[in-house]
């Protein structure tokens, strides 16, 4: 591998250290708590890297072309940088696959909270003018030449890093309050709980075990990110 495409590779790899601190806030960020079990949400972008990009091999056009038109917009340094080396080269397929992998993390939470696509896309750009910088000094020494612009690049990164924990933890209280007066309007309810997982039990024996089983583990996942489970147990009832 050439020296070119061994310094792009490894800027890649650096970035994705800043990926797994900034851009998942509550939904996302809840849910690589549970894949941290499963070898967490970063796993997938820091195998495809490892693997000379052979996930990026499997990308549609369509969905290249998708991608690329989120980085032209959002990190254009990084896109100069990947399109500069050899179309077929392991660096630009192992580039390529991180990329596609943190777009596919951003596009995970867009619809299910706007403000949190917001500030992951703003790290992003962030990400995109230190990336530029970091480029521009190849070396230690040509690096502490700009220590001081580096810095100020920096700063808005960890406001936004601030901006994503904030939002992240007004969704857990939110949350918290939440489960809490449910709580309190299931114990006013006890009896009538209790009647009615009675009688479905007796209905339909074990199918009724095995649903109720299959109904917490959606609530436990629910309570987890921080959302209401009512509408999804109501469909695993019906």
Do not use: W
Not at 19 to 47: F, H, K, N
Not at 133 to 157: F, G, H, M, N, W
């Amino acid at each position: 591998m050439k020296m070119h495409e061994m310094m792009v590779l490894n800027a890649a790899t650096c970035v994705l250290a800043l990926v797994t601190q900034s851009v998942l806030g509550q939904e996302a960020q809840l849910a690589a708590d549970r894949a941290e079990q499963r070898g967490g949400i970063a796993a997938p972008m820091r195998a495809a890297v490892r693997a000379g990009g052979r996930a990026a091999e499997k990308l549609s056009d369509e969905d290249m072309q998708e991608v690329m038109a989120f980085m032209r917009e959002h990190s254009p340094n990084r896109v100069k940088a990947t399109e500069s080396l050899p179309e077929d080269s392991a660096a630009r397929r192992g580039v390529m696959a991180f990329v596609e992998a943190r777009y596919r993390a951003l596009q995970a939470v867009k619809d299910e909270d706007a403000q949190l696509y917001d500030l992951g896309v703003k790290q992003v750009e962030i990400e995109d003018d230190l990336y530029g910088l970091l480029a521009s000094a190849p070396t230690v020494a040509d690096r502490e030449k700009i220590r001081d612009r580096i810095r100020i690049a920096v700063r808005p990164q960890v406001e936004t890093n601030f901006a994503e924990r904030a939002h992240r933890l007004s969704r857990l209280r939110e949350a918290l309050r939440r489960e809490e007066r449910k709580l309190d309007a299931d114990r006013a309810r006890a009896d009538d709980l209790t009647d009615a997982r009675t009688n479905a039990l007796v209905q339909e024996g074990t199918a009724a075990l095995r649903r109720d089983v299959l109904r917490r583990g959606i609530r436990e996942d629910a309570r987890r990110d921080g959302r209401p489970a009512g509408a999804t147990t109501r469909a695993v009832e019906k």
